[in-house]
Nanobody, 123 residues
């Protein structure tokens, strides 16, 4: 089993920055791919960004150039640095983890999820 705990959410003004973190524990060898998804009220959970153990990254078009995903394998922690935030970035942000072969943008492909952290961007 893998446990994922997010932290760092909060309230920020449009144009500001925020960093959220996700700490993994347990069977971390199962976390080859770690990702962030988000879910706004009334909407489906959507892919934001993913990073592999080797550091290969992928981003949703809506956040490309503004968000940066990174991971510290020694600490089994993944980060999402969010810059130039917009009101439409407001959502609950979820950390997810999956083994080798995980389809990065497909939420059903991930085996483990955190409880989520709220990010609110005020305009």
């Amino acid at each position: 089993q893998v446990q994922l705990v997010e932290s760092g959410g909060g309230l920020v003004q449009a144009g500001g920055s925020l960093r959220v973190s996700c700490a993994a524990s347990g069977s971390t060898f199962r976390t080859d791919v770690m990702a962030w998804f988000r879910q706004a009220p009334g909407k489906e959970r959507e892919f934001v960004a993913a990073v592999t153990w080797g550091g290969v990254t992928s981003y949703a078009d809506s956040v490309k150039g503004r968000f940066t995903i990174s991971r510290d394998n020694a600490k089994t922690t993944v980060y999402l640095q969010m810059n130039s935030l917009k009101s439409e970035d407001t959502a609950v942000y979820y950390c997810a983890a999956g083994p080798v072969g995980t389809i990065w943008r497909r939420r059903e492909s991930y085996n483990y999820w955190g409880q989520g952290t709220q990010v609110t961007v005020s305009s």
